[in-house]
């Protein structure tokens, strides 16, 4: 936006600056000049009236209290190409006059509470892009609306509650989609996903498995075949005790090349995380509410898998470690490990761990930064006086 506002004349834009804090739309009238409007973060709760924006090509409403659209209000914006409405929780219903924007390349529906996709978006030839994420209410997609999309490029659904089988199937006449994010909750909902070729072929660069149930074990094959796979999340895995590694997929170190980032949150009976180990190229790792994690990574389970066992270059490419909330942490490897581009080290409630995978030459030339509790600080059983000296300055109280 900031380039828009430099590059433009004054009466195109119409930007509320942050903290006016509008309650209510702008009135109505003709703004025949404007190409591109702003009124994100604010507490708008209903947009009523019409806005003429014959030559409104950007509309951002995202962050607001939205709970009503009429019908008419997307009438007279015949060449909106962008329309962002994310982050309204509140609103369950996209107006049927939404159909009247034929130009529409990019539409912007996360983390809102709709509940169902009007047919009427049908009309939305151009749609481009399309952003479903987070959306935990959606439950109906009428049948061929996702593959009416002809041109789509971009189809975000992590977090959508809508079953993405039925979804995939679809996106087998999508010719043109090259970017795909997607939710699975169960392994044999994964297993059957993989089949359809076309889907898994195309550029899916996140995934997140949510809720598992009736799903004791997960096999890496399942994962390993996405290619362009740039963030994993695992959540609520309730029931998941084990990660399967085949060897038969492993060659080298790693198969999980594309893989940049790794979420597990509340997945209590797993015991390790030691498949992380397989994307060599992992920058984030975040670990919160496990009850039953013991050690990040396993000896014996990296024995298990000869191309691995004495690897050193484990997390060589990591900048952020979070662990947070797990009790029964105990390790996160035995030996101290060479971190050269790590910048974070997040440790909150991990009341039995001890020791740190750290020496005096684990983060040569990177400065390092430690958050914790101060009392966790103290308690630090460091490998020698050097290592502790080294990492002194590194430590930062954290802050709830």
């Not at 983390?111 to 399309?130: N, S």
């Not at 209410?137 to 809508?162: D, N, R």
């Not at 939710?183 to 550029?203: D, G, H, I, T």
């Not at 799903?215 to 890496?220: D, K, M, P, V």
Request: charged content about 25%; proline content about 3%.
């Amino acid at each position: 936006m900031a380039l828009w506002i430099a590059g433009e004349s004054e009466k195109k834009n119409f930007f509320v600056k942050s903290g006016v804090q509008l309650k209510e739309q702008p009135k109505a009238k003709k703004w025949e000049e404007v190409t591109r409007m702003s009124l994100m973060d604010n507490q708008i709760k209903n947009l009523t009236e019409i806005l003429e924006c014959p030559n409104l090509q950007t509309l951002f409403l995202g962050s607001n209290d939205l709970k009503v659209i009429m019908d008419d209000f997307f009438n007279f914006m015949p060449m909106l190409r962008v329309l962002d409405l994310s982050h309204n929780m509140k609103l369950e219903e996209l107006p049927v006059g939404i159909a009247k924007l034929v130009s529409l390349e990019h539409l912007n529906l996360s983390f809102t509470g709709i509940r169902k996709l009007p047919v009427e978006l049908k009309t939305l030839a151009k749609l481009k892009y399309l952003n479903l994420e987070w959306t935990p209410y959606l439950e109906i997609i009428p049948q061929q609306l996702i593959s009416s999309f002809s041109k789509l490029q971009v189809l975000k659904m992590e977090g959508c509650s809508y079953g993405c089988l039925l979804v995939l199937k679809e996106m087998e006449h999508l010719k043109y989609l090259n970017v795909l994010t997607i939710s699975f909750r169960s392994a044999s909902e994964l297993e059957r996903a993989s089949r359809f070729n076309k889907s898994f072929s195309c550029a899916i660069e996140a995934v997140s498995l949510v809720n598992f149930r009736h799903s004791r074990s997960l096999t890496i094959m399942a994962l390993a075949n996405l290619q362009h796979l740039c963030t994993l999340t695992l959540s609520r895995c309730m029931d998941l005790e084990k990660v399967k590694i085949e060897r038969n997929i492993i060659k080298g170190v790693g198969c999980f090349h594309s893989l940049r980032s790794v979420i597990l949150d509340e997945c209590n009976h797993l015991r390790d995380v030691s498949w992380v180990t397989l994307a060599p190229h992992l920058e984030v790792l975040r670990i919160t509410e496990y009850n039953g994690l013991e050690e990040i990574i396993s000896e014996e389970k990296l024995g298990e898998v000869a191309e691995l066992k004495g690897n050193s270059n484990l997390f060589s490419k990591l900048e952020i470690l979070c662990l947070h909330n797990l009790a029964k942490l105990k390790t996160i490897y035995h030996h101290a490990l060479p971190f050269p581009q790590l910048k974070k080290i997040i440790i909150v409630k991990c009341g039995m761990l001890k020791k740190l995978p750290l020496n005096s030459n684990s983060t040569k030339g990177q400065r390092l930064v430690i958050e914790g509790e101060e009392g966790w600080w103290k308690n630090v059983e460091w490998k020698d006086e050097s290592t502790r000296i080294a990492f002194l300055p590194s430590f930062k109280p954290h802050v709830f």
